[in-house]
């Protein structure tokens, strides 16, 4: 009865798909009721934009439809500020099926509809109705029009034609070659003049543009795991900086805040580095679900409970992570009085947000704040700047006590500073604290080529993602024999999260695992899984990476901070990058505007790559890692970063056609001579 079941829904599904648009308009039908919404947009548009906002809308359906979406558009675009063609959602249950399940002339097209619709699974999208991935306007597609089209155009392509995806806009299939893309995505892609936040707004609302975040967009999210992995690895190598050789993180407490959509990653990082972790969240409601979901281990909303707790697991030196109910500025200035020492300070409150409940005032309640959002902004606004002030001089009463505090890429420090806080360093140009990547993630990873690469087991089968992770440990140990001294640590701590991943419960959605590895390392696991794909051991598999990498993006306050030679404004590296993996074999390639950080603030992209087993995909994966990551650390090297200068001529012994131009370093003594 259920293979019936099956068998009826799957022939749905493929018919589905293979008809694009509906011939029948379909029934127009409610949100449901308990779903997720995106919040309302801005009103942005005048009333003849709106009208230009309909007409673009409809230009995706037949004239006779007209009279009647026009009138329902008209209303999404009131309720919600957007227009997303509801009604034209599909009924099939969106997720990740196995690549076989997609109706496809070409394997490479079926990877390419299993990673869009794993990034619209409900169980991994954040508002899956509006086709929003995360981070509140991360977008697949702007409508389901463009969803249904694409996904047409993807099952009727050839493996010598081309889907140009303009924001989520199937411009079309254009005839190519194999070697070609199969995809080009662009989203956000602006004249540089107009791309500020209401920009976004309102060519959003025209339906000519979309956010389409780092993964979001280009089809290659996989849920909290990527953000649990990139966090551990900052926790663990903040420590380092911290403690004595061999010193171990038990019983150190790593404070923080936000248990949010990204931020409730911490504690869940902080147990995997062996620390105590307390992570403040005014939110009671996401407090209580990050606690029923496992993500953290204890609730706590008392501030004298909370010190004792901490005391007494700082003595035990325990490994535990504590959710405090409350504002992060009251564990500050508290822990202070009490002298609770805290080795490493963050925060991932959502200051990228702050007027709007990215980040809530201390001394009113959750509700209060809410209602000043709504009613009375502008005090709102004074409220949030007078706590960013309280937050900056409580940190930094700690850190005058020997407390590591670093920003972890969500603008603490940037809101900060323009709320007035006393974080600026004395030249008044930088701030006194360092971002995770310039001290960190830069120096320690990015600038050596360690970056997230990803994969998903196409099959869907968690067999074969169990292999995959047998064979990237095998791989990676191999190599770290002959390693140098200075990835050694690195190599270490991937191969043991490796290890440990599939214990650690992280996959939501599609067979995916992230690892970080520098080119060498990417190269020869993608070869392994690709032997074993030929060899029949697994199925095909689907490579990729996070944006947030050594050399896809270019975003001066976080992945490219630690660049000092005045070009980490400039968006040359992400450009080459997109176009450079696009004719050395990438499945599909992305750019974006503003993934991470905010539109207009950054350029970011990415790629796909379906590995198949065949030496096509051997002699393309060689081709396309080696230039993806070293494209990044030649340009780190050029910046004169010591560390990308001695990878990059790592790789050039290594790889005889790579010739990379070096940087001269100038004695200051010759420059400080001069008058200038
Ligand atoms: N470093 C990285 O790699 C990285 C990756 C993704 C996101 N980020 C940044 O991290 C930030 C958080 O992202 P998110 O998706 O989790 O956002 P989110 O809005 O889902 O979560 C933030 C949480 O902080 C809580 N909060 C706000 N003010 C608070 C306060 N004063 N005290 C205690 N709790 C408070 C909110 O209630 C919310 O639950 C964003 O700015 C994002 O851009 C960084």
Request: hydrophobic share 40%.
């Amino acid at each position: 009865m259920e293979t019936a079941m099956n068998f009826q829904e799957q022939a749905l599904f493929k018919e589905s798909i293979q008809q694009g648009i509906p011939s029948v308009l379909p029934q127009a039908k409610p949100y449901p009721a308990d779903a997720n919404r995106a919040p309302k947009r801005k009103d942005i548009l005048n009333s003849d934009e709106k009208q230009l906002a309909l007409r673009n809308a409809l230009r995706y359906f037949p004239k006779e439809w007209h009279q009647e979406l026009a009138a329902e558009f008209a209303q999404e675009l009131k309720d919600f500020g957007r227009i997303y063609m509801y009604r034209f959602k599909p009924s099939y249950h969106m997720k990740a099926r196995s690549i076989a399940d997609y109706p496809a002339k070409c394997q490479q097209a079926a990877a390419i509809m299993l990673m869009v619709e794993n990034n619209l699974d409900p169980a991994v999208a954040q508002h899956p109705q509006e086709l929003i991935t995360y981070g509140g306007n991360g977008a697949v597609f702007q409508n389901w029009a463009q969803y249904l089209l694409s996904m047409k155009y993807l099952s009727e392509m050839e493996s010598d034609q081309t889907l140009h995806l303009y924001s989520g806009h199937p411009m079309g299939l254009f005839p190519s070659s194999t070697e070609a893309p199969r995809v080009v995505v662009t989203n956000g892609m602006m004249i540089p003049n107009y791309s500020r936040p209401d920009d976004w707004e309102k060519f959003n609302a025209l339906g000519v543009t979309q956010y389409g975040q780092m993964t979001a967009g280009s089809f290659m999210y996989i849920g909290p795991q990527g953000i649990v992995h990139g966090t551990t690895i900052t926790v663990m190598n903040a420590f380092r900086k911290v403690l004595n050789k061999g010193e171990s993180s038990k019983g150190k407490i790593f404070l923080t805040a936000g248990l949010g959509g990204m931020s409730g990653a911490q504690p869940k990082a902080g147990n995997i580095a062996n620390c105590i972790t307390v992570c403040a969240e005014v939110n009671a409601n996401a407090a209580t679900k990050r606690h029923q979901q496992g993500w953290v281990d204890e609730l706590i909303d008392n501030m004298d409970e909370l010190v004792a707790r901490v005391k007494e697991a700082q003595a035990a030196e325990e490994v535990v992570s504590i959710a405090y109910i409350g504002n992060i500025v009251d564990v500050w200035e508290r822990f202070f009085e009490n002298e609770v020492f805290i080795h490493l300070g963050s925060d991932q409150t959502s200051l990228h947000n702050p007027w709007s409940g990215g980040y809530y005032p201390v001394d009113i309640s959750y509700e209060e704040s809410n209602r000043l959002i709504r009613e009375e902004p502008e005090v709102f606004k004074v409220k949030v700047q007078e706590t960013l002030r309280r937050h900056a001089d409580a940190v930094n009463k700690h850190t005058a006590r020997g407390t590591y505090f670093f920003d972890y890429g969500n603008a603490f420090l940037l809101e900060a500073s323009r709320a007035g806080g006393d974080v600026m360093a004395e030249n008044g140009i930088d701030f006194k604290y360092p971002s995770y990547v310039q001290d960190i993630l830069g120096p320690m990873c990015f600038d050596y080529g360690f970056g997230p690469f990803r994969w998903v087991c196409a099959s869907g089968k968690s067999e074969d993602l169990d292999k995959t992770d047998a064979i990237a440990a095998s791989v990676l140990e191999k190599i770290m024999q002959e390693s140098p001294e200075e990835i050694q640590q690195q190599m270490q701590d991937n191969i043991t999260w490796i290890k440990d991943a599939k214990q650690n419960n992280l996959v939501v959605g599609s067979q995916a695992r992230i690892l970080y590895a520098d080119a060498q390392g990417r190269m020869e696991i993608a070869k392994a899984f690709n032997d074993a794909i030929n060899s029949g051991e697994i199925g095909p598999v689907v490579l990729g990476r996070d944006h947030h990498d050594v050399s896809g993006t270019d975003s001066p306050y976080r992945e490219t901070s630690n660049i000092y030679d005045g070009s980490r404004f400039t968006a040359d590296m992400a450009i080459h990058n997109v176009i450079g993996d696009s004719f050395r074999g990438a499945t599909w390639v992305s750019i974006h505007n503003g993934g991470g950080v905010g539109w207009g603030e950054v350029t970011n992209g990415g790629f796909g790559m379906l590995l198949d087993g065949t030496a096509d995909a051997e002699r393309k994966l060689k081709s396309m890692l080696l230039f993806d990551v070293n494209n990044g650390i030649a340009r780190r090297s050029w910046a004169r970063n010591s560390e990308a200068n001695f990878a990059i001529k790592r790789e050039m012994a290594r790889t005889p056609k790579l010739k990379v131009t070096l940087a001269n370093l100038v004695d200051d003594d010759i420059l400080n001579n001069l008058s200038l």
